[in-house]
């Protein structure tokens, strides 16, 4: 099969049973030449690829889609350029006045996205959320610029947001829950390896956005439940990557909007809190006494990771290299145990947070559930050093360390990797019901998000 990339378009020249022609590779070369475009045979040409602009973007004049949104977003009123409504406006009004050849960088933030970058964001948001959603969400979002890992980026999310510090904080000094250090992970590949980074609970995407600049070959699966957070990670990763990246290889970021869920909860709806000033907090178990007048129950479509990864990378069953980042308030006691042995194993490597200790007792799900989660889980260093939960499972070999040296290291238990973490153990786990919790009715009951 014959290639000709042409900017963002491939052109397939191919007879049916897919060998190339001789009439196709005649009329590729000649088109090549006229254009003055190379060739390949196959796929040569390395690039990056960020959730390809989708078909609705083509299908709806550009001058439509910037009325839509100087209405929508009344953008006849002034408005901050630093604010995300104010760089849509900004973008809507270039648009209409036929300015729109060149990226949006007049807004001095650093922002690398083009025009047909944004609309795309607009449409794709416009499909998730309603617009009531939307304009709460655009409202109060700010464009900051920040250093991450040393790299220069312009991210977005709520002004009063504090979950963005955080974040920036763990992955900057590798302290937290992020003590596992992206730096760290085995991420380098040679010798034309592939590799996967799943992350699930992404939130605002800085996560995968230290692992996209970090590490430019691995492709990178990043998975959000809250419509609103989801569309900053939109502008946060596709505004900081530059979707014609040089890299050594070819890789494809894909940012989705679902709840990761087990199999029989894929495809439908469940019901999630989500706090516009604490980005990290997306969950179906708030603690009414938490409730915040600003909070929003969202109707969250939910999926199976398996699912997921089927949509997305179709033709790639497994990679060399597979990381996991699981941090998702809770998911990971509906994703762990859905998982297959071998589904489970094929991640080298998992890092993040459990949620045992947080959820309330009447939310809780069952203990046997939290079993099954915690005893996978505790196999990866990063659990095991710092997950109360892990404590359970003390004499556990933990055969899953960062620097994946299956072969050249004596493995520790669980108990010599945690440190004093464990004498406190006994009380934590009746305290917080680990044993105590008979079966998965309240966790599984979905109608709202308070417990």
Not at 137 to 155: C, H, M, N, Q, Y
Not at 393 to 407: A, E, P, R, T
Request: charged share 30%.
């Amino acid at each position: 099969m014959v290639q000709i990339h042409i900017k963002r378009q491939t052109l397939f020249l191919s007879d049916k049973k897919e060998r190339c022609s001789p009439k196709a590779l005649l009329g590729a070369l000649l088109f090549g030449l006229i254009l003055e475009f190379r060739f390949f045979w196959k796929q040569e040409e390395s690039y990056t690829e960020i959730d390809p602009v989708s078909q609705s973007v083509y299908s709806l004049p550009r001058h439509d889609v910037a009325h839509e949104i100087l209405s929508v977003l009344k953008c006849e009123e002034k408005k901050e350029k630093n604010t995300l409504s104010g760089a849509f406006c900004y973008t809507a009004k270039k648009v209409v006045d036929n300015k729109i050849d060149y990226p949006i960088d007049t807004l001095k933030l650093n922002l690398k996205c083009d025009v047909e970058t944004i609309l795309q964001i607009w449409l794709l948001a416009r499909e998730k959320m309603s617009l009531d959603i939307m304009n709460l969400a655009l409202s109060d979002a700010i464009i900051t610029s920040r250093k991450l890992l040393g790299f220069d980026v312009s991210l977005v999310a709520p002004t009063n947001d504090i979950g963005i510090g955080t974040v920036l904080d763990e992955i900057n000094k590798g302290n937290g829950i992020a003590e596992y250090d992206i730096r760290k992970l085995p991420l380098l590949l040679k010798d034309g390896k592939s590799a996967m980074f799943t992350d699930l609970g992404s939130n605002l995407g800085l996560v995968s956005l230290a692992v996209a600049l970090l590490y430019p070959n691995v492709n990178i699966l990043s998975i959000e439940a809250a419509a609103p957070t989801w569309m900053y990670q939109q502008w946060n990763l596709k505004c900081n990557v530059q979707e014609t990246q040089i890299t050594e290889k070819n890789r494809a970021i894909h940012v989705v909007h679902a709840g990761a869920g087990s199999t029989d909860m894929n495809g439908k709806d469940t019901v999630m809190m989500w706090r516009p000033h604490a980005t990290t907090s997306t969950r179906s178990w708030t603690i009414r006494s938490e409730h915040f007048d600003e909070d929003l129950e969202l109707k969250i479509p939910m999926r199976t990771v398996r699912s997921i990864r089927k949509e997305y990378f179709p033709k790639t069953e497994s990679f060399d290299v597979e990381v996991m980042k699981i941090d998702c308030e809770g998911c990971e006691y509906n994703v762990i145990p859905d998982m297959s042995d071998k589904e489970f194993d094929a991640f080298d490597i998992a890092v993040g947070e459990v949620h045992w200790g947080y959820i309330p007792k009447v939310k809780k799900p069952s203990s046997k559930r939290g079993k099954m989660t915690h005893k996978k889980l505790c196999r990866h260093e990063n659990f095991a050093k710092q997950a109360m939960e892990c404590c359970a499972f003390g004499d556990m070999i933990v055969d899953h360390d960062l620097g994946m040296q299956k072969n050249n290291k004596t493995y520790k238990t669980v108990r010599e990797l945690s440190g004093k973490l464990c004498d406190s153990f006994e009380k934590w786990a009746k305290d917080k019901n680990l044993i105590d919790i008979p079966d998965d009715s309240n966790w599984l009951d979905r109608k709202s998000s308070m417990a």
